[in-house]
């Protein structure tokens, strides 16, 4: 709770409480001699002083701890209640008017001057109480509401210790701003609890010599920072800006002051970089600032001294020595002189320092010398737009191993020799498909078609090759794999062109694509048994008729694909059944075949070789009638009758 808001409680819980106390006091003293029950008031004023007196701890502790006002309020109350109900019980019911009527017989004046000055002594006692209430903060609202009190307070007496004491930094501040004598000032940072209060209270004091006190002695840092801005005494800047053992402190005390002595002084003893900073912002004097940016251990003290360098030959030395780009960074940026450029751009480890000195380079010696020399791509490729010489560009387009570079300067034109090597020895695929752009021979161009292992490449090679001369690199190729583009490859015509492809081109679809459009048998027949790619063998299979291959397919190929292609195919019922029996073998629980083959059985009444060789077939099973094959040969399946299919 604030202290406002406590204060504000207690003068009300003694309006409520005291009232009834002071009056009976006051019967107690202008009718000493009253009825004979005066004794009982006597008593019962000595009972009454008691109880309130002992109640007062109860009252301060729920006042302290209260959740919200409406609670305080309950409190006084109840206590107010008690109050008048010993009043009454003292006095007696009847004689409450008699009271009054006494009173007025014997002087009001008497009786409302002691009634005002008890009622008043214990106000200010309960005032005093409320300082050493335990403090405890309310939620916002009851904040708003001591921030509007303390604003418009009549008794303005008590601000300078709501600013000293009060719990709430808002209710402080709006003490402080409603105070207007020095002395609460200086109360205020004497015996302050609360930094943001004495702050307040420092920056509106005017004495100088009070503020000089403070910024030196006081023990608060934040006080000592406010009061420094305030001085005006620049022999107590200086002592403080190389006395007090605070680093911020120091720095406020190093921005106002002007002797420079002092300020070098500073700038190379101060054991903090951002006082020697704030010094070195501060110095005039040339010889000091290039001897602070040449031995200084800190960049960023340095960085301040080289803001302020004019001379050119500390800059030159820090340009070229210093070892942090961000000094070195900056002192080029001060620095005009050719040489020296060319000098940093051609010696400094730093790429970025490099690249922002090529922009101010006019030495076409050095621009060439960087394009084929710096070892940053970015700078290369930067000062290679700059290079005009044919010469220097291709020695840089056939050497640099950044092709992002060699890319950009086949994009600007070389001779048709030097494109042909590029488009087919570099070993970007973007700068080939660059050169093969601007190559011009068709026949280089059909043979990058087939052998480039880059598909954009390919592609762009036989769209400007022409399909002759892709026909007749085909035709003449000794390679064993080629990569034809497929956009290519489908608009063939040629069947001895198809007949390549189909043999050694590295697509599958392309090999597939001609093997569809081939009808040469004898070379469909060698396609289905010996071709490298399974798919292309399948479907020469499915085009060819040969018994005699396809039997061979069958009987001899180990690759079950081809077996069942082939046996699909056959119409040599015996073959077929073979080579369902030899995929059956393999997979028995194949139902496909196994449907295949029982009905191949069925419909052709197989020779009894056959049935002897092969298989025993059992018509009808005679609790199913189902029909089932059993093979002799399947006796590691555990004599299993395998079933075929209901018939």
Request: aromatic residues 8%; hydrophobic residues 45%; contains cysteine.
């Amino acid at each position: 709770m604030t202290t406002t808001i406590k204060i504000i409680l207690w003068l009300l819980c003694a309006m409520i409480v005291f009232v009834p106390f002071g009056t009976l006091v006051a019967m107690n003293i202008i009718y000493p001699e009253g009825p004979e029950y005066h004794l009982l008031f006597r008593v019962m004023t000595i009972i009454y002083f008691i109880a309130v007196f002992l109640l007062i701890p109860f009252i301060s502790f729920r006042i302290g701890e209260a959740e919200d006002i409406a609670e305080a309020f309950t409190c006084c109350f109840f206590l107010s209640f008690f109050s008048l109900l010993i009043l009454l019980w003292g006095v007696g019911w009847k004689n409450i008017w008699g009271i009054f009527s006494l009173a007025a017989h014997t002087g009001w004046s008497r009786f409302w001057f002691y009634l005002v000055f008890g009622f008043s002594w214990l106000c200010s006692s309960a005032a005093c109480l409320s300082f050493i209430i335990f403090p405890y903060s309310f939620d916002d609202a009851a904040e708003e509401i001591a921030c509007n009190i303390t604003e418009h307070m009549v008794f303005t007496g008590l601000l300078p210790g709501i600013a000293e004491h009060d719990v709430s930094g808002k209710v402080r501040r709006a003490a402080v701003d409603r105070i207007d004598k020095e002395s609460d000032f200086h109360h205020i940072l004497l015996w302050g609890e609360y930094d943001d209060s004495r702050v307040e209270a420092v920056s509106k004091i005017k004495d100088q010599e009070v503020l000089s006190h403070f910024a030196e002695n006081d023990e608060s840092v934040k006080v000592r920072k406010k009061a420094v801005l305030r001085v005006s005494d620049e022999f107590v800047l200086c002592r403080i800006a190389e006395g007090d053992k605070n680093s911020d402190v120091r720095a406020k005390a190093a921005e106002r002051i002007s002797d420079q002595s002092v300020l070098e002084r500073i700038a190379k003893t101060d054991n903090a970089k951002e006082v020697r900073q704030t010094a070195v912002r501060k110095i005039e004097n040339q010889k000091a600032l290039a001897a602070i940016a040449q031995t200084e251990t800190e960049p960023s003290v340095r960085i301040e001294a080289v803001r302020k360098l004019q001379l050119t030959e500390a800059l030159t030395e820090i340009a070229l020595q210093d070892e942090s780009a961000a000094v070195r960074k900056l002192a080029i940026q001060k620095i005009d002189d050719p040489e020296i450029l060319a000098k940093v751009i051609m010696q400094d480890p730093d790429d970025r320092i490099r690249d922002i000195t090529l922009d101010r380079i006019d030495d076409q010696e050095v621009v060439d010398w960087l394009a084929e020399n710096d070892p940053s791509p970015v700078i290369r490729e930067k000062a290679i737009d700059q290079v005009q010489d044919k010469k220097i560009l291709s020695r840089i387009v056939i050497h640099d191993d950044f092709p992002g570079i060699r890319k950009s300067i086949v994009i600007r034109g070389l001779s048709q020799t030097l494109l042909k090597n590029i488009a087919v020895t570099d070993s970007s695929p973007e700068v080939r498909l660059e050169a093969v752009k601007q190559i011009k021979d068709k026949k280089l161009l059909a043979h990058i078609s087939i052998e480039d292992n880059d598909q954009k490449v390919r592609n762009e090679a036989a769209l400007k090759a022409g399909t002759e001369e892709m026909e007749s690199v085909i035709l003449h190729s000794k390679s064993s794999s080629l990569h034809v583009p497929v956009s290519w490859a489908k608009q063939v015509s040629n069947e001895a062109v198809l007949k390549i492809l189909a043999e050694r081109d590295t697509s599958t679809d392309i090999r597939i694509d001609s093997i569809r459009r081939i009808d040469d048998l004898s070379f469909l027949n060698q396609t289905a048994l010996s071709n490298s790619c399974a798919p292309a063998r399948i479907e020469a299979i499915e085009k060819i008729d040969d018994a005699a291959v396809l039997r061979r397919i069958i009987l001899q190929d180990q690759n079950l694909n081809m077996v069942r292609a082939a046996a699909d195919r056959i119409g040599d019922p015996d073959a077929k059944v073979i080579g369902y029996e030899k995929l059956l073998k393999a997979d028995p629980y194949e139902s496909r075949i196994a449907g295949k083959l029982r009905d191949l059985y069925l419909e052709t009444k197989i020779s009894h070789r056959l049935r002897e060789e092969h298989s025993d077939i059992h018509e009808e099973d005679e609790n199913s009638g189902s029909y089932y094959c059993c093979y002799e040969d399947y006796a590691d399946h555990d004599d299993t009758a395998y079933y075929v299919e209901s018939y």
